[in-house]
């Protein structure tokens, strides 16, 4: 568990590296985060649900995608309290609103999840991450994009990530899978694959611009750490442990759900920072305390999991 998010960590070290070497500059990075965000992701999503899903699981498991929803909205609902005690304003709100509410919901989760459900986990955290992908293209966005206008925002909420998220479940719900040609599948899977370790690079690339300012032991980095990474994952296991001692809530879906809220703060958000002309510093900064730190919360927490879970893993 520990080996998968030093995997990340490394892939950030090696974008530090590039730009302390000179490899990579302001402008590179630029360019960087608009293929990323314009190209690399939108296939990674697409390309995951027309091959990772099918109509009956898509229409079997719609409670996932509002399990998302109501992950989201604890990290949302906490972080807004937490500005509005602090009186933050400006991209120092609107970036802790972000990662309050968007996690690592993708790249750190997968491992886990194909771990605890081989056969089904991968396709289930596709269903799942639909809430997540629309809530991240509408609301998500709009923390980004606080200082353009009301046509700006709408123009910016119809992105080529959303565009694929829909045109994906469309395609699924009437079975089209089957028509996509392979050659295209496999482009896009490709081009997919780029998305985490461009990502991180970027990431790492902005973390060398602030040095050993990366990782600050300050208020907003604290408080965000305890949102993310204590006080949401602890709140919904909670909810989990109720739901499945007393309904009939499919098991799988629970792990799914448990799983996902113990991520750390999603790391494309420094790209879509430095797209959309945000705070990129302060986003790394997010990024880098939430995973050092998650090492230890998620393992505390997989722990809880795994033995609550014995009779079904």
């Given at each position: 568990?520990?080996?998968?998010?030093?995997?990340?960590?490394?892939?950030?070290?090696?974008?530090?590296?590039?730009?302390?070497?000179?490899?990579?500059?302001?402008?590179?990075?630029?360019?960087?985060?608009?293929?990323?965000?314009?190209?690399?992701?939108?296939?990674?999503?697409?390309?995951?649900?027309?091959?990772?899903?099918?109509?009956?699981?898509?229409?079997?498991?719609?409670?996932?995608?509002?399990?998302?929803?109501?992950?989201?909205?604890?990290?949302?609902?906490?972080?807004?309290?937490?500005?509005?005690?602090?009186?933050?304003?400006?991209?120092?709100?609107?970036?802790?609103?972000?990662?309050?509410?968007?996690?690592?919901?993708?790249?750190?989760?997968?491992?886990?999840?194909?771990?605890?459900?081989?056969?089904?986990?991968?396709?289930?955290?596709?269903?799942?991450?639909?809430?997540?992908?629309?809530?991240?293209?509408?609301?998500?966005?709009?923390?980004?994009?606080?200082?353009?206008?009301?046509?700006?925002?709408?123009?910016?909420?119809?992105?080529?990530?959303?565009?694929?998220?829909?045109?994906?479940?469309?395609?699924?719900?009437f079975n089209?899978?089957?028509?996509?040609?392979?050659?295209?599948?496999?482009?896009?899977?490709?081009?997919?694959?780029?998305?985490?370790?461009?990502?991180?690079?970027?990431?790492?690339?902005?973390?060398?611009?602030?040095?050993?300012?990366?990782?600050?032991?300050?208020?907003?980095?604290?408080?965000?750490?305890?949102?993310?990474?204590?006080?949401?994952?602890?709140?919904?296991?909670?909810?989990?442990?109720?739901?499945?001692?007393?309904?009939?809530?499919?098991?799988?879906?629970?792990?799914?759900?448990?799983?996902?809220?113990?991520?750390?703060?999603?790391?494309?958000?420094?790209?879509?920072?430095?797209?959309?002309?945000?705070?990129?510093?302060l986003a790394?900064?997010?990024?880098?305390?939430?995973?050092?730190?998650?090492?230890?919360?998620?393992?505390?927490?997989?722990?809880?999991?795994k033995d609550?879970?014995?009779?079904?893993?």
């Open positions: 568990m520990a080996g998968k998010i030093l995997f990340l960590v490394i892939l950030m070290i090696i974008g530090i590296i590039l730009k302390l070497k000179g490899k990579v500059t302001g402008h590179s990075i630029l360019d960087l985060s608009r293929i990323n965000m314009d190209i690399f992701w939108p296939a990674l999503i697409f390309s995951s649900i027309i091959t990772g899903l099918d109509r009956s699981v898509l229409l079997n498991n719609m409670l996932l995608p509002f399990s998302a929803v109501v992950t989201a909205f604890t990290g949302l609902s906490a972080g807004l309290l937490i500005c509005k005690i602090n009186k933050w304003k400006g991209t120092r709100k609107s970036i802790f609103l972000y990662h309050s509410t968007i996690n690592n919901f993708v790249f750190l989760v997968l491992p886990f999840v194909t771990y605890f459900l081989p056969e089904r986990g991968a396709g289930l955290l596709f269903v799942h991450n639909l809430g997540y992908m629309i809530i991240l293209w509408t609301i998500g966005i709009s923390f980004m994009t606080h200082n353009l206008t009301f046509r700006q925002k709408l123009k910016q909420l119809f992105s080529n990530g959303l565009i694929a998220t829909v045109s994906g479940i469309v395609i699924v719900l089209f899978n089957n028509y996509v040609p392979e050659m295209a599948v496999e482009i896009l899977n490709t081009l997919g694959k780029c998305t985490v370790p461009v990502a991180m690079i970027i990431a790492g690339a902005r973390i060398a611009d602030l040095g050993i300012k990366a990782l600050k032991f300050d208020k907003w980095n604290i408080q965000l750490g305890l949102l993310r990474l204590v006080f949401v994952p602890g709140v919904l296991a909670v909810i989990t442990i109720l739901l499945f001692r007393y309904t009939s809530i499919s098991k799988e879906l629970l792990i799914i759900f448990m799983t996902v809220n113990l991520a750390p703060v999603s790391v494309n958000a420094v790209s879509m920072a430095v797209y959309y002309n945000s705070d990129a510093d790394a900064e997010g990024v880098v305390f939430t995973h050092l730190f998650s090492m230890a919360t998620m393992i505390f927490f997989f722990w809880i999991m609550f879970f014995t009779s079904f893993i």
